[in-house]
């Protein structure tokens, strides 16, 4: 009988992106973000389970027109240890540092309101 590995006692946030891309049409490719809780023993570790987890979602399907969409994993962005780890409401589960608001900006569609 082999010993149990005990159970993670640490939270940590992930920050996946994925491509969503039509394979018939010209569209340009839709990037998304995806924030992810991951329990784990380590950041490294984390890490390890947040690439699992995400190639995990890769997925094809077909959108409402017929059309093949498919979902890849295109990488881990930024995995830190959880600020909150009790997780109640108000909870801090993730923070972003940047200096240039007109880049964020421009690659950000739903800060001008634009659909997806």
Request: no cysteine; net charge negative.
């Amino acid at each position: 009988m082999s010993p149990t590995m005990p159970k993670p006692n640490k939270r940590y946030t992930a920050v996946i992106l994925y491509v969503a891309t039509a394979l018939a049409l010209d569209e340009a490719p839709l990037y998304e973000e995806e924030v992810v809780l991951i329990e784990a023993h380590s950041e490294a570790e984390a890490k390890h389970k947040a690439i699992e987890y995400a190639k995990q979602q890769e997925t094809s399907y077909k959108n409402g027109d017929g059309e093949t969409i498919v979902n890849t994993f295109k990488g881990i962005v930024d995995v830190q240890r959880m600020i909150d780890a009790d997780m109640a409401h108000g909870s801090t589960l993730y923070v972003r540092h940047f200096r240039d608001y007109q880049a964020y900006e421009s690659f950000e569609p739903m800060l001008k309101g634009e659909p997806l």
